[in-house]
């Protein structure tokens, strides 16, 4: 199974900074599928970003994907108090799709 | 508009059987694999597995293989997720979600779409 480490843990900074998460695989992801997700308390995972750095529907572009092979990246430009959450990053091109432990986002 | 709508919370005993539902609407049910999420207390998200609904061809984790069934009715549009025997450590809120972007494959899947979660509760 490849095993996802993210990091850190936690990060805490203030509205309008720029967060950078990472999310690294102990093998190569294949073709980069990889996938990132935030969680607020209560509530379903919502897909942000997919194939490493596709925007899903509706996601707005101050959440940026990148990265390839082992070593892959979410930024959020300009943090908004609703990007205070928990993000999980997700491998998806080899079965079991797993999941990296994920970074909560909090408020400085 | 795409929409997965989960069961109810349950509260059962250990060793009780159970099966939650997952019911889909907006989309072709039978075009895009259904997965199962676990997410126990305070914790993070697992992978269970997935389904194809049109042909019920089933993959699993081998974390969850032989403990769980994954299953889809296709004529009424819902997945299942089902346990003969529950444990205490079965307890925890389980997402259905599905995969739609991209291409359709059993080795490429992450969740689109979600349910809204059905939380299991497994106590004496």
């Known amino acids: 199974d490849i095993v996802l480490t993210q990091s850190p843990g936690t990060l805490s900074l203030s509205p309008g900074e720029r967060a950078t998460l990472s999310c690294r695989a102990s093998q190569s992801v294949s073709s980069n599928y990889l996938a990132w997700y935030q969680q607020k308390p209560g509530q379903a995972p919502r897909l942000l970003i997919y194939?490493?750095?596709s925007r899903a529907t509706g996601i707005p572009d101050r959440f940026t994907g990148s990265g390839s092979g082992t070593d892959f990246t979410l930024t959020i430009s300009r943090l908004e108090p609703e990007d205070f959450a928990v993000y999980y990053c997700q491998q998806c091109g080899s079965s079991p799709f797993t999941f990296g432990q994920g970074t909560k986002l909090q408020i400085k | 508009e795409v929409q997965l709508v989960q069961s109810g919370a349950e509260v059962k005993k250990p060793g009780e059987s159970l099966k939650i539902s997952c019911k889909g609407s907006g989309y072709s049910f039978t075009s895009y694999w259904i997965g199962w999420v676990r997410q126990m207390p305070g914790k993070g998200l697992e992978w269970m597995g997935i389904?194809?609904?049109?042909?019920?061809?089933?993959r699993y984790s081998p974390s969850f293989q032989g403990q769980v069934t994954i299953s889809a009715d296709k004529s009424i549009s819902t997945a299942y997720l089902q346990w003969s025997s529950l444990k205490a450590s079965d307890t925890a809120i389980y997402y259905c979600?599905?995969?739609?972007?991209?291409?359709?494959?059993?080795?490429?899947?992450?969740?689109?779409?979600w349910g809204q979660g059905t939380l299991v509760t497994v106590s004496t």
């Open positions: 979600a599905v995969k739609i972007a991209g291409y359709s494959s059993p080795w490429y899947w992450f969740g689109d779409y």
């Open positions: 389904i194809s609904p049109g042909d019920s061809d089933t």
């Open positions: 194939d490493a750095s």
